[in-house]
């Protein structure tokens, strides 16, 4: 095409401030240099945001131009149409102004008064000062690119409807709908059962759950969330709403909703508050029905470094030096929901450099990390987690994660990996450090092999954190006194008891941290384990190397006043100190 100089002129001139969009999709190859001439020309004469002409012109798709202008303006980008909304955000921001400015509230977090914003124009400053001043409280605002046209079809599915779990039920009870939504009657969020499950998973997420239980029994349907590892009723529902919510839940973890006398497993992923939310579920049938359980899994909770862990600095120093061997097998003990995934994550991503191969086995995987090749175990590949090891140490690696060491074959396994130089990681059902050799030894696991390869192990359990704002200060008794290790005749301590308000939804404790053992297998353990010797020898080797128990880390925490002796004793046994 032949343009006159004075169109080349404005071309090169509209090119200007639009060069690094352009050039961005050119390198990808979405865009030829013959596109972005005739989109820069064609802004000349209706003087529209590039991006815009693009989208118009059929250069390139809303998706492809969103993820490249949160490349170049160093935002993030989401996708609408796996987003559920949050009903607090949407009070923030009315109706009107939404749509006008194009852009749609996400969710709200009222400790920080975070308020997270869907836009396509990240320099719209009237819109964001005028959600600013309708608001009484300082509203901090995060922003998050999408397209204009997803944007303006999630205000209307959006708006149209009630989201709150109250609402929703009104709705399918009475039948009353909002008219203002019923230009989108036609598509599946309007439906309230959609809606209610959203809701629900929404509200889950944002109380910090960890598990969401849909028990049914004879008349009605139990919904429990476990948070900070306590499990708490939330709703009671009609039998009747369970079937269709069933259904719901099974259609978007991709179960067969056809089959409901054998369990099912299966998965979401959704984008909440701004970020991407798993939810691994699991169905069991039993004599009132299905029985779903919902494990959320929150790849934002689940990267913690090493330093955020809560480790002392002794603990800290002693843990690195452990993972800073070239070879051998580290184990982390303790139950189910004890944090033992979120250490071994942090640990690997502690380790992680485009300089190793990190390979992992697990089931499944939980939290995809850049750089580390990650495998689940499946029962229809034949692939579990011995055959998975054998397979991996074809693959050149250096540190090898192993979900769980379940029995002598995997075991074996493992053992070899670490006998052939590589670093090993994995996890087993123990209560204590000390626990995990007898257990070994038990599995079949050769004592003399056992020695000399296991270089170090961590037992661990989560302990709840007594709320700041409500913890209630008293002096220790001399019983406390003797489970601190105190001598009661000198000055007792002050520690600190659960009381109960509205921030901590009035149970004394908010959030939880990890308290742990870490013991490190040296000569002297060594030699003990290749005699077969009891835990109470290993033990005395243990303390005369400075090794620290839970119980001892635990009371570290009730003393600094960051848990309560009675949640230490929901975790730990304390009897042996009476």
């Known amino acids: 095409m032949n343009l006159s100089p004075s169109a080349d002129t404005l071309a090169a001139k509209a090119m200007l401030p639009h060069r690094r969009l352009g050039q961005i999709l050119i390198s990808k190859g979405i865009l030829s240099e013959d596109q972005l001439r005739i989109a820069l020309l064609e802004q000349t004469k209706q003087n529209l945001p590039i ?37 607090a955000a949407l009070s923030l921001v009315p109706f009107e102004l939404a749509k006008r400015h194009h852009l749609l509230p996400l969710s709200y977090e009222e400790p920080t008064y975070r308020l997270t914003l869907a836009v396509s124009d990240i320099n719209d400053i009237v819109a964001f000062d005028k959600i600013r001043t309708l608001n009484t409280v300082p509203v901090e605002i995060e922003l998050m690119l999408s397209g204009e046209t997803e944007i303006d079809h999630a205000i209307d599915q959006a708006y149209g409807y009630e989201l709150s779990i109250d609402g929703i039920l009104n709705e399918i009870e009475t039948g009353e709908i909002d008219f203002r939504g019923l230009q989108t009657l036609a598509n599946e969020y309007s439906q309230p059962v959609v809606r209610l499950i959203d809701s629900i998973l929404t509200d889950a997420v944002k109380r910090g759950a960890s598990d969401i239980h849909f028990e049914p029994e004879i008349g009605f349907l139990r919904i429990r969330y476990r948070i900070d590892g306590i499990l708490r009723q939330i709703r009671s529902l009609h039998q ?9 839940l099974k259609v978007m973890s991709n179960m067969n909703i056809a089959e409901t006398r054998s369990p099912q497993d299966g998965r979401i992923t959704l984008n909440m508050r701004g970020r991407q939310i798993d939810f691994r579920v699991s169905a069991q049938p039993t004599i009132h029905g299905e029985n779903i359980v919902l494990r959320i899994l929150d790849r934002q909770k689940g990267l913690v470094p090493l330093e955020g862990l809560g480790l002392t600095d002794k603990q800290l120093e002693l843990l690195k030096l452990i993972i800073a061997r070239p070879e051998g097998i580290v184990l982390l003990t303790g139950p189910t929901g004890s944090g033992k995934t979120t250490t071994l994550y942090s640990i690997l991503n502690d380790l992680n450099s485009e300089t190793v191969n990190i390979m992992t086995l697990e089931d499944p995987v939980e939290y995809p990390i850049t750089l580390i090749r990650q495998t689940s175990v499946s029962e229809a590949a034949k692939l579990d987690f011995a055959n998975g090891i054998r ?25 070899r990996a670490a006998m052939t130089g590589h670093q090993v990681f994995s996890t087993l059902h123990t209560n204590s450090a000390i626990g995990a050799i007898p257990r070994l030894l038990d599995i079949g696991v050769l004592p003399d092999i056992l020695a000399g390869n296991v270089i170090g192990i961590i037992a661990q359990r989560l302990i709840r954190c007594l709320c700041p704002h409500c913890k209630t200060p008293y002096q220790a008794q001399a019983r406390e006194a003797r489970l601190l290790n105190i001598e009661s005749s000198g000055p007792l301590p002050v520690i600190f008891r659960p009381c109960g308000c509205e921030r901590c939804d009035f149970q004394g404790y908010h959030g939880r941290m990890a308290i742990m053992e870490i013991l490190r297998v040296n000569a002297d353990i060594d030699e003990l384990i290749a005699h077969r010797s009891t835990a109470r020898e290993i033990l005395r080797a243990a303390n005369a190397d400075a090794f620290v128990s839970l119980a001892d880390d635990g009371m570290r925490r009730v003393l600094d006043g960051t848990t309560s002796l009675e949640e230490l004793g929901r975790v730990i046994d304390l009897t042996d100190r009476m």
């Open 240 to 248: 009747s709403y369970w079937p269709a919510m069933a259904v719901r």
């Open 391 to 415: 397979s991996m140490m074809r693959q050149d690696p250096d540190i090898i994660l192993v979900g769980e060491i379940r029995d002598a074959e995997t075991a074996e396994m493992a053992v």
């Open 51 to 87: 991006g815009k002409l693009l989208v118009s012109l059929g250069f390139v798709s809303e998706a492809t131009l969103r993820d490249a202008l949160s490349e170049n303006l160093g935002k993030k980008s989401v996708d609408l149409s796996a987003v559920i909304i949050d009903p």
